[in-house]
């Protein structure tokens, strides 16, 4: 079995946080990255954050400093804390793994207001 299911998105007033979590099959957890995804109303799904097996993140520019993902070896998970969101932030958030080929989860919705 091969599965990702992302969770904790929510509705939250600019300056809040969220921690998004992608809980991931043991395969897929295995695999060199977790990505994170967002795709807006109107916008291309656009890359937001990765974490290889090493240990080192990337990040888009737009997030940086306020983004942090990370990885829990035990549980399967990997997180996606997001502080001081912006109205901007608002869109569907997915986590992406590899294993021949791309596995994506269902996505979570995330909405910022003012």
């Known amino acids: 079995q091969v599965q990702l299911q992302e969770s904790g998105g929510g509705l939250v007033q600019a300056g809040g946080s969220l921690r998004l979590s992608c809980a991931a099959s043991a395969s897929i957890f295995s695999s060199k990255s977790i990505n994170w995804y967002r795709q807006a109303p109107e916008k291309e799904r656009e890359f937001v954050a990765r974490?290889?097996?090493?240990?080192?993140?990337e990040y888009v520019d737009s997030v940086k400093g306020r983004f942090t993902v990370s990885r829990d070896n035990r549980k399967n998970t990997v997180y996606l804390q997001m502080n001081s969101l912006k109205p901007e932030d608002t869109a569907v958030y997915y986590c992406k793994g590899w294993l021949g080929r791309d596995y994506w989860g269902q996505g979570t919705q995330v909405t910022v207001v003012s």
């Open positions: 974490i290889i097996a090493s240990g080192a993140t």
